[in-house]
């Protein structure tokens, strides 16, 4: 069954500690990226990647790192340097970077800071 | 620069009724044009595209949108509104000009459909 999976669903963070969210995807797509999601505030990028060992920052990077190491995988990683955690994250795929390309997305995992 | 407006935070609908979700653009270039659907605590499902060509798209689960040049807009429309059609609607746009890495999206607009 092809598509995009991320995990976990639901993830907590303590003050002051890394989380990593999980993203692989079975569609051969080139292209992957992370967005954010906070209510009325529709999707921001956080960053994306066009090619395996290669991304670039989106719209609201800081805070943030990812990495590449294979085609299927986009890990996200939040940081202590993120001050304003809390939200929705969705992680989407596309063939390719091409202007009329639709991006697929994967399910979300909210992350809450306690 | 890119940006879309989505004017409406609500739509509130009859079922039977028709639907119409409203979107605005702004482009340097030509304008792709998308649309997806959330379901809550959930990722966002395609629905329809606009590349070039027709003003009236067709797209998944009977939803239509209307590209008008001249308004810049591309409203989301369905002849016949459905309980299960209740949901988070987000318009998102490319410009042409630009890598894909710069897909706008909308604030969302939220449709209720009443029995």
């Known amino acids: 069954d092809g598509g995009i999976t991320q995990s976990p669903k639901y993830l907590f963070r303590k003050e002051g500690q890394n989380v990593t969210l999980s993203c692989e995807q079975n569609?051969?797509?080139?292209?992957m990226y992370w967005y954010r999601q906070d209510p009325g505030q529709g999707l921001r990028l956080i960053y994306y990647s066009q090619i395996v060992n290669d991304f670039q920052k989106g719209d609201i990077a800081e805070g943030y790192s990812v990495s590449r190491e294979k085609k299927e995988s986009f890990p996200l990683t939040v940081t202590s340097a993120q001050k304003n955690p809390t939200a929705f994250y969705l992680c989407a795929s596309s063939i390719g970077t091409g202007g009329a390309t639709e991006a697929f997305f994967g399910q979300g995992t909210r992350l809450t800071v306690v | 620069a890119q940006s879309v407006a989505q004017p409406e935070d609500q739509v509130n609908v009859a079922e039977g009724n028709p639907l119409t979700v409203k979107c605005t653009y702004s482009v340097s270039g030509n304008p792709y044009l998308f649309w997806y659907v959330q379901y809550p605590n959930r990722g966002l499902q395609f629905l329809l595209k606009y590349i070039t060509g027709d003003n009236l798209v067709k797209g998944s689960y009977g939803f239509e949108a209307e590209f008008n040049k001249s308004q810049t807009s591309f409203h989301l429309k369905k002849p016949s509104a459905l309980v299960s059609d209740s949901a988070l609607y987000f318009c998102?746009?490319?410009?042409?000009?630009?890598?894909?890495?710069?897909?706008?999206f909308g604030s969302g607009t939220r449709l209720s459909i009443r029995p």
């Open positions: 998102a746009v490319r410009d042409s000009y630009s890598s894909a890495s710069k897909i706008i």
């Open positions: 569609l051969n797509h080139d292209a």
